[in-house]
C-alpha cells in the first residue's frame, strides 16, 4: 500500500526552516552592517590615522652641532663629513661576530675596531645602530654596496662628525663630545627636551662642549614622507629644517694659550689668566692635557687605560679641580686685610729676628737672621714670613677668613665649567665639621693661624680662585664672573649675546689701600730685593707680581732639600701677576708642580705669557725653557700631579722658603 505524504506539512516544514535561514542571514548581516559601521563610522578617524602611519613616516633630521671659535674667529671645534659603516644588532639574522668576519673581507676591521664596537654596543641601546668603522674611503663604500643585500642589519651611514683641529691644545677648556649611553638616555628621556634627541648619536661629555650642549645642539627637525609596506620612503610630504646649533666665540687667545702651554714644556701645573675689567678668561692651561678627537667615536681601550692610569693624570681639571696651598701669593691679601682692618699701616715696621715663637713653638722665616726692621712695602717685595706671622696672630683666623671670603676664596667663581671645587678657605667652624670624628682635632689653635697667614696650612684654593682674586685686587673691588664663553651666536638668527653683560658686586675697599699693595707688587718685579725681579728685567711695560713657594708635604721641623724628597713631594711653585700695573689688561695665577721656586720656574713662564700678550712678542725658542722635570738640580719636578694634602692639624706647617733673588 502507497503511503501518501502529508503536502502541507512538508511545505510548512521549509518554510519555518527558510524562515530561521533567512533570520540567521539577517542576523550575520545586521552584525557585519553594525561592524562596518563601527569601523567606518564610529573608529573612522583613529585608524584612519593608524592607515596614515604606516603610510606616512616622521623622518628627525639632526641639526649641525655649532661650532667654537676662539676670541679671534680661529675654529677649535668644526664638523665634517663621514661614512661610517654601522650594525643593528637587534636586526641581525646571524651571529655577530661571523656577520663581523664577513665584513672584514670586504672592509678592513682592526682588532682596536671589534673591541671599540664591543664596548660602544654595550653603552648603546638595544634598538641603536653602533659604529664598527668610520670615516670609510670611497672604495670601501663601493665594495659594501655592492654586498650589501648579504648583511641585513649592517648600513653605510653619512654622518657629521666632530672634530678638535688643534687636538691637545685648550683640550680642558673644550671638551669632547661622546656617543649617548644608557645613561646619557636615561637623563635625555627624564628631561624635557626628549624630543629634541631623537636621531641623535653624541652629546657633550665634558667642558664647554657639556656646559653649553643646549646652546650647540640646536633644534631637531622633522620630514613627513610616504614609505612602501617594505619601509622604504617614495616621497616627501612636507619638511621642517632643523635649527643648526648657537655658535660659541671664546674669551681665549688661543695663540697665547699655545704659548703657554709651551712653556710649560713637561712640567704639570695649571694656569688661568683673565682680563680683569670684563672677566674674560684669556688663557687656561691645565698641564698635562689630552687629545679629545680619541673620544669622538669611542675611544679604545688601549688609550682609554693609559689616561687614566697615567701618573701625569692627563685627564684631571687643574685649574679647575686641584687645589694647592697658595703660599707667599696670600701674602698681598693678608697685608690689605691688616688696612682694611686698620690693623698695620704702610709705615708701620717690625724687626725680624729670623723667628716668631708662640706658645713655646718657633716659627721660622725663610731668610736666617731675619730681615731686619721691615714694613709692610718689604714684607712683600721681600716676602718676609715672620711679619705675617705676627699679622695673622693679631687678625686671628676669624678676621682672615672674613675678608679672604670677599675675594672669593673657599667659594666657586661660577665660571662656566662643571664640576669646579671651592677649595678650603679655613676657619673654626670648618676645622670643627672637617674632623667631627676627631674631638682632640677640631680645636683651633694659634699654631693653625700662623699657617694660614704664609698661605700653608689648611689654605688650598684653585688656580681659577686664585687667578680671580688677583684680577679683583688688579681691578679695584669690582668683581667680574670670569667666563670662558664670550659671545652666544644663535644658529638661526645669528643673533649674539654677551654671556656676561655688567659686574657681579664690588668689595668695598679704600683705594689708597689698594694702591699701597699694589706699589709693593710692583716693586716685586722692579726693586733690587725683589723676589720676581730676575724674571721680569727689562720689560718695557711695568707688572705687578708675588712669587710663592708651597710645601705639599710638612717637613715635621726639618730642612727641605729637594734631592732627598720623592720628587712628587717637592714643592710647588707659583707666581700671580698683572699688567700693565697702571691699567692693567691681564691678570693671572699658576702652578708649576713640584718644581721648587717661585722665581725660578713659575715667573719666567708667567713672563712668556706677557710679552706676548701685551707685546706680540712670542718666545724665542719654542718648546721647553725649563729643566726636565727631575734632571735638573732642586727645582726637578715629578711625574705624579696631584691635587695637594694640608699638613697635618696637630703640627702647623714650617715656613715658606722664598724666592732668592
Not at 659594501?144 to 688643534?166: N, T
Not at 691644545?169 to 671638551?175: C, K, L, R
Not at 681601550?301 to 701669593?329: A, H
Request: charged share 25%; with cysteine; net charge positive.
Amino acid at each position: 500500500m502507497t503511503e501518501l505524504k502529508d503536502s502541507d506539512r512538508e511545505i510548512h516544514r521549509f518554510r519555518m526552516r527558510l524562515t530561521a535561514f533567512v533570520a540567521i542571514v539577517f542576523v550575520f548581516f545586521g552584525i557585519l552592517v553594525a561592524r562596518f559601521v563601527w569601523l567606518q563610522v564610529i573608529k573612522y578617524s583613529d585608524y584612519a590615522a593608524q592607515a596614515e602611519d604606516n603610510r606616512i613616516a616622521i623622518v628627525p633630521i639632526v641639526p649641525t652641532r655649532g661650532l667654537i671659535v676662539d676670541r679671534n674667529g680661529v675654529v677649535l671645534a668644526r664638523n665634517y663629513s663621514a661614512y661610517t659603516l654601522e650594525i643593528t644588532p637587534s636586526k641581525l639574522r646571524a651571529n655577530l661576530d661571523s656577520v663581523i668576519d664577513e665584513l672584514s673581507t670586504l672592509i678592513e676591521v682592526t682588532p682596536r675596531d671589534r673591541k671599540r664596537f664591543k664596548r660602544l654596543m654595550e653603552e648603546s641601546r638595544s634598538f641603536a645602530s653602533v659604529p664598527l668603522r668610520t670615516r670609510l674611503t670611497d672604495d670601501e663604500v663601493g665594495r659594501f654596496a655592492a654586498q650589501s643585500f648579504r648583511f641585513p642589519g649592517v648600513e653605510v651611514q653619512a654622518r657629521l662628525f666632530r672634530q678638535y683641529p688643534l687636538g691637545e691644545t685648550a683640550s680642558h677648556v673644550i671638551g669632547y663630545i661622546g656617543r649617548i649611553n644608557q645613561k646619557d638616555a636615561k637623563a635625555i628621556d627624564a628631561s624635557e627636551d626628549a624630543a629634541n634627541y631623537k636621531g641623535t648619536d653624541h652629546i657633550g661629555k665634558e667642558g664647554l662642549e657639556k656646559s653649553y650642549e643646549s646652546h650647540l645642539h640646536g633644534r631637531t627637525g622633522y620630514e613627513k614622507v610616504i614609505k612602501t609596506a617594505g619601509g622604504r620612503a617614495v616621497s616627501t610630504l612636507s619638511r621642517t629644517e632643523a635649527t643648526p646649533g648657537s655658535n660659541l666665540i671664546l674669551s681665549v687667545d688661543i695663540e697665547l694659550q699655545k704659548v703657554v702651554e709651551e712653556a710649560y714644556g713637561e712640567y704639570k701645573g695649571a694656569f688661568v689668566a683673565i682680563e680683569p675689567e670684563t672677566g674674560d678668561v684669556l688663557a687656561y692651561v691645565s698641564r698635562p692635557g689630552y687629545d679629545p678627537n680619541l673620544f669622538v667615536d669611542g675611544i679604545d681601550s688601549q688609550n682609554w687605560n693609559e689616561l687614566n692610569t697615567s701618573e701625569d693624570r692627563p685627564m684631571m681639571n687643574r685649574p679647575l679641580s686641584g687645589t694647592y696651598p697658595p703660599g707667599s701669593t696670600f701674602k698681598p691679601f693678608m697685608a690689605l686685610a691688616a688696612l682694611e682692618q686698620g690693623r698695620r699701616t704702610p709705615s708701620q715696621a717690625i724687626a725680624d729676628p729670623g723667628y716668631f715663637i708662640l706658645g713655646g713653638h718657633r716659627f721660622n722665616d725663610d731668610k736666617p737672621g731675619g730681615h731686619g726692621l721691615v714694613d709692610m712695602h718689604d714684607s712683600i717685595v721681600e716676602s718676609c714670613d715672620t711679619y705675617y706671622y705676627q699679622l695673622g696672630n693679631e687678625m686671628g683666623i676669624d678676621g682672615i677668613q672674613a675678608f679672604m671670603k670677599e675675594f672669593g676664596f673657599g667659594d666657586k667663581t661660577g665660571i662656566d665649567l662643571e664640576h669646579e671645587k671651592t677649595g678650603v678657605l679655613p676657619s673654626k667652624e670648618w676645622k670643627r665639621e672637617r674632623f667631627k670624628r676627631n674631638r682632640a682635632a677640631q680645636k683651633w689653635v694659634g699654631g693653625d693661624t700662623i699657617s694660614v697667614s704664609i698661605g700653608q696650612g689648611f689654605n688650598n684654593y684653585t688656580m681659577l680662585q686664585l687667578a680671580h682674586a688677583t684680577a679683583i685686587l688688579a681691578n679695584n673691588g669690582v668683581v667680574m664672573k670670569p667666563h670662558l664663553v664670550k659671545i652666544i651666536e644663535d644658529g638661526g638668527t645669528r643673533a649674539r649675546t654677551l654671556t656676561v653683560p655688567k659686574e657681579s658686586r664690588r668689595v668695598a675697599l679704600k683705594p689708597e689701600n689698594i694702591e699701597v699693595i699694589k706699589r709693593a707688587l710692583v716693586g716685586v718685579t722692579t726693586e733690587p730685593t725683589g723676589t720676581g725681579r730676575i724674571a721680569f728685567a727689562n720689560t718695557p711695560y711695568i707688572s705687578a707680581g708675588k712669587t710663592g713657594t708651597a710645601q705639599v708635604i710638612g717637613l715635621k721641623g726639618q730642612k727641605y732639600d729637594a734631592s732627598r724628597i720623592a720628587e712628587r713631594f717637592r714643592d710647588n711653585a707659583l707666581y700671580i701677576a698683572f699688567a700693565p700695573a697702571d691699567k692693567p689688561r691681564i691678570a693671572l695665577a699658576m702652578v708649576v708642580e713640584n718644581a721648587g721656586f717661585g722665581a725660578a720656574t713659575a715667573a719666567p713662564i708667567a713672563r712668556k705669557a706677557m710679552d706676548y700678550y701685551l707685546l706680540g712678542k712670542r718666545p724665542a725658542v719654542k718648546g721647553q725653557p725649563l729643566p726636565k722635570p727631575g734632571t735638573a738640580g732642586p727645582h726637578a719636578a715629578p711625574a705624579t700631579a696631584p691635587a695637594q694634602p694640608a699638613p697635618t692639624p696637630a703640627a702647623p706647617a714650617a715656613p715658606t722658603k722664598e724666592e732668592q733673588p
